[in-house]
């Protein structure tokens, strides 16, 4: 399989599939126009991540209910593995652990869902990779 690289300057005008390539129209005069390749480079940065911001939105949707959807299924697991923990070696750390995870585990599962969002927001909109 072929390994396809955007082109720093021109990759917004091939970026969009039919027919939202429509969009890019407008804007064929100042790529025709502009000679300066780092004002190419930075115009075609700003556009790719306007145009890219419709697909970011519908898969962090996607990606947030997916994530709130497991996490019950997550504390169980982790629960069910700090209860073997506490039966292989009874202790009383293991015990107060068990304890307090089951009580607040469901709080602590809260900030990991927030962190997971503006992450998967941030390495989707990163453009330092070098593979599509």
């Known amino acids: 399989m072929p390994v396809y690289k955007s082109d ?6 091939i970026s969009l599939i039919p027919p939202f390539n ?3 129209v407008p804007l064929l005069p100042f790529y025709i126009a502009s000679t300066n390749p780092d004002t190419l ?7 790719l991540k306007i145009f890219y911001f419709p697909v970011i939105l519908v898969t962090s949707v996607v990606f ?5 959807a497991l996490t019950p299924f997550a504390y169980f697991y982790a629960l069910v593995h700090k209860i073997l923990i506490l039966i292989r070696v009874p202790s009383c750390g ?3 652990e068990v304890l307090f995870y089951f009580v607040f585990g469901p709080i602590l599962h809260v900030p990991n869902i927030i962190i ?3 992450d998967f927001v941030s390495f989707s909109y990163d453009d330092n990779h070098t593979r599509v």
Not at 41 to 47: D, E, S, Y
Request: charged share 20%.
């Open 64 to 68: 947030t209910v997916i994530n709130v």
């Open 116 to 118: 997971d969002i503006f």
């Open 41 to 47: 480079k930075v115009f075609n940065r700003i556009i």
């Open 94 to 96: 293991a015990f107060a």
């Open 8 to 13: 720093k300057k021109y990759g917004a005008i």
């Open 22 to 24: 429509i969009f890019v």
